[in-house]
C-alpha cells in the first residue's frame, strides 16, 4: 500500500485521513522498534537555510537510527546560497547527490517549489510562516497516544493563536475527528477569522477566553505557545499580559487525570518549571515522538514501509 | 438632416470585438492578452461612453479568434467583458467571460514573503471566489484579493 511513495509532504492539507492515520500507526512500530536499518544505502539531505535546532536534531535522528546517511547544512552562510545562487538551483544540484530531501527555509512556499524541480520527494521542516507538516503529525501522535483516540477531544490552545504556525495546522488536522477547541489568548493574539469560519464549516464548536478559567478542568490536551514580546505593537500591553499566559503547576489541580500538556519548544517561561515533574507534563516525550513520526514519514515517503 | 451614424472604432471584416472593458483596465487586458506582440491589425477605443461602466474601452482584432481558456485570463480584469466573433462584417457569434477555476502566471501574489516574489516561479492561483475575485496562492498558500491584484 504505497499511496505516497516518491511523493512529498509539503502542507498535512496533501495527506487524506487515511494516509495520515497510516502515518501514525507506522510510527507506533518505530517506536516499539526504533532501530530498524531500512535506510540502509540511502542518502537524506537535510537542508536548514536557517537555524532550527530540534527539527533538524530530530530529523537527523530518525535517519540515523534507520541506518540512513546524511548530508546537508545547518546554516546557508557556509554554502553557495551566500554566492547568490538560487533556490532551483540548489535544489536541482543537490537532488543529484541523495535520495530524499529534508528543508527548512524562511521563504513562503519555497517548498512547494522544491518539490515541483526536485524528482524526488521533499519534506517540508517548514517554510517561513506557512507549513510545518511533520510537527503536526506528530503532535496528532501525541495526541493519540496519551488519550487513546484523535475522536471528540476537548483541546486548548494557548497563546499566541494569532501567528502561531502550528497552533493553525493542528487546528486544520484536529476539525477531522469532531474536535472541540478551547482558544485562550490575549485581544492582540487571537485566532484568525478565517480558521473560525473553517470551524464553523465543520460544524465544530470553539470557546475563546482571555484568561485561564475555570473550564481548565475540561481539557484534554492544553496546547502551549509563547507570547512573544515582539507581536505586540504596544510594549505596555504586553507587559500587562505577559504573566497570564504562564502555566503553573498549582493550576493543574483540577484537571483530568488523563490531560496531557503539548508545546512545540523551544519554551522560555510560559510553561513554569515546576510543572515538569507532574506526569501531565508530556512536552519532552512529545519531542521524542517527533523522532518516531519522522521514521515513519521517511519510510512513507520513500515506499519502503 | 440626419447625422450619419459614425462607428468610433471602424469595423472590422473577421476577427473579434472585445466589448464593455473598463476603461481602466484596457492596458492590462493587452497585456494579458499579449496584444502588443501580435502583427495583426488592431484598433483600440478607451474612454467611450458606456451605461454600465460609466467609461468602456473596446477591442478590435483582426484575423484573431480566441479560445475560451485565453479570454477567460481576462475576467480577472474584465468581468463583465463581451465578445463579438466577426466574419464578413457580421457578428456571427457573442460571448461572455467566465472567471476559472484556476489561474496560472498572469497575477503576482501579494505576499512579500512569497517564493514566487523571489525566484523566477510562474505563479498559480487557485480561484476560490469568482464574485468578488479571490486567488489562493498555489506555493505560500495566502490569499490575493480583487484590490490587491497585480498583472504581471
Known amino acids: 500500500m504505497h499511496l505516497m511513495k516518491n511523493r512529498s509532504l509539503v502542507s498535512i492539507d496533501d495527506l487524506s485521513t487515511r494516509e495520515i492515520l497510516r502515518i501514525l500507526d507506522l510510527a507506533e512500530e518505530f517506536e516499539k522498534q526504533p532501530t530498524q536499518k531500512l535506510l540502509e544505502g540511502k542518502v537524506a539531505a537535510t537542508l536548514f537555510f536557517e537555524p532550527s535546532t530540534r527539527t533538524r536534531l530530530s530529523f537527523e535522528s530518525a535517519i540515523s537510527r534507520l541506518g540512513g546517511k546524511i548530508i546537508g547544512f545547518s546554516d546557508s552562510s557556509s554554502t553557495s546560497v551566500s554566492k547568490g545562487e538560487t533556490l532551483n538551483d540548489t535544489i536541482r544540484t543537490v537532488s543529484n547527490y541523495c535520495d530524499l530531501i529534508v528543508m527548512r527555509h524562511p521563504i513562503e512556499g519555497s517548498a512547494r517549489f522544491a518539490s515541483e524541480i526536485a524528482g524526488i520527494p521533499v519534506i517540508n521542516a517548514g517554510d517561513g510562516a506557512n507549513q510545518h507538516p511533520t510537527q503536526t503529525l506528530l503532535d496528532l501522535f501525541s495526541i493519540r497516544k496519551t488519550q487513546g483516540t484523535l475522536d471528540n477531544l476537548n483541546i486548548f490552545l494557548v497563546g499566541d493563536l494569532k501567528y502561531g504556525r502550528t497552533v493553525h495546522s493542528l487546528l486544520l488536522a484536529m476539525a477531522r475527528w469532531k474536535t472541540t477547541f478551547n482558544f485562550i489568548s490575549p485581544d492582540e493574539l487571537r485566532m484568525p477569522d478565517e480558521y473560525k469560519l473553517f470551524l464553523d464549516s465543520f460544524g465544530l464548536k470553539y470557546y475563546e477566553h482571555t484568561d485561564f478559567t475555570d473550564i481548565i478542568s475540561k481539557a484534554d490536551i492544553i496546547y502551549m505557545t509563547r507570547v512573544q514580546r515582539e507581536r505586540f505593537s504596544d510594549p505596555i500591553e504586553y507587559e500587562k499580559v505577559k504573566n497570564v499566559y504562564v502555566l503553573r503547576n498549582s493550576m493543574l489541580k483540577n484537571t483530568k487525570p488523563t490531560m496531557r500538556i503539548l508545546h512545540p519548544l523551544p519554551r522560555v517561561n510560559e510553561i513554569h518549571t515546576d510543572v515538569d515533574h507532574n506526569s501531565k507534563a508530556y512536552y519532552f516525550e512529545q519531542a521524542l515522538n517527533g523522532v518516531y513520526t519522522r521514521q515513519a514519514i521517511l519510510c512513507t515517503l520513500l515506499g519502503i514501509k | ?152
Not at chain 2, 46 to 62: C, F, P, Q
Request: with cysteine; glycine share 4%.
Open chain 2, 1 to 152: 438632416m440626419k447625422e450619419p451614424k459614425q462607428l468610433s472604432v471602424s469595423a472590422i471584416q473577421n476577427g473579434t470585438v472585445i466589448d464593455h472593458v473598463p476603461a481602466n483596465t484596457l492596458f492590462k487586458v493587452i497585456k494579458i492578452l499579449r496584444l502588443d506582440h501580435i502583427d495583426n491589425q488592431i484598433t483600440f477605443g478607451t474612454n467611450l461612453e458606456s451605461k454600465k461602466l460609466g467609461r468602456k474601452a473596446i477591442i478590435k482584432i483582426s484575423g484573431i479568434f480566441f479560445e475560451d481558456e485565453d479570454i477567460n485570463r481576462i475576467a480577472l480584469v474584465a468581468p463583465d467583458a463581451k465578445l463579438n466573433i466577426i466574419k464578413d462584417y457580421e457578428v456571427v457569434e457573442k460571448r461572455v467571460v467566465q472567471v476559472p477555476d484556476s489561474i496560472t502566471g498572469i497575477a503576482r501574489c501579494m505576499n512579500p514573503k512569497c517564493i514566487t516574489n523571489f525566484e523566477t516561479v510562474t505563479t498559480k492561483f487557485k480561484v476560490v471566489s469568482k464574485k468578488n475575485v479571490a486567488l489562493k496562492c498555489h506555493y505560500c498558500e495566502k490569499i490575493t484579493t480583487q484590490d490587491n491584484l497585480q498583472i504581471i
